[in-house]
């Protein structure tokens, strides 16, 4: 079973991201802020993390940098969905290795686990 990690701070957000991807048989874990996902993903070593780049004290971009620092969960492919449409920043977060970057409103809920199929079969 694949597990995935999501990093989101709109818990009614995160729950419907659980319930779509657990009724597609993956198993999830959540988390609010940057350094409980790093500590979840460590100790969990998900198939795939879901990241948010708005959190609250730092945002989904400390993630993927403090990321970097752990063998086991530095390669952990990882989709943005975020409704920070900024192109510095997008060019930020591809450059730091993540492999799609999603606008929250563009993207119902089946074609983000659509999305997220396709990134786990690689």
Same mark, same amino acid.
């Given at each position: ?17 659980? /319930?779509?991807?657990?009724?597609? =048989?993956?198993?999830?874990? !959540?988390?609010?802020?940057? @350094? ?10 998900? @198939?795939?993390?879901? #990241? @948010?780049? #708005?959190?609250?004290?730092? !945002? =989904?971009?400390?993630?993927? &940098?403090?990321?970097?620092? /752990? ?8 989709? &943005?969905?975020?409704? /920070?449409? @900024? ?6 977060? /591809?450059?730091? =290795? ?15 686990? !659509? ?8």
């Amino acid at each position: 079973m694949k597990k995935i990690l999501i990093i989101e701070d709109e818990k009614i957000l995160s729950e419907m991201y659980q /319930f779509k991807l657990e009724k597609e =048989g993956y198993k999830t874990m !959540s988390a609010m802020y940057v @350094d409980e996902a790093i500590d979840l993903a460590n100790k969990n070593n998900p @198939d795939l993390v879901i #990241l @948010d780049i #708005l959190l609250p004290k730092e !945002s =989904g971009i400390n993630y993927l &940098v403090k990321s970097k620092n /752990f063998d086991n969960i530095k390669n952990i492919p990882v989709l &943005v969905i975020s409704n /920070f449409d @900024d192109n510095e920043t997008k060019k930020k977060c /591809f450059d730091l =290795g993540i492999r799609d970057y999603l606008i929250k409103s563009n993207y119902d809920p089946k074609e983000v686990v !659509s999305r997220i199929k396709k990134i786990l079969e690689v």
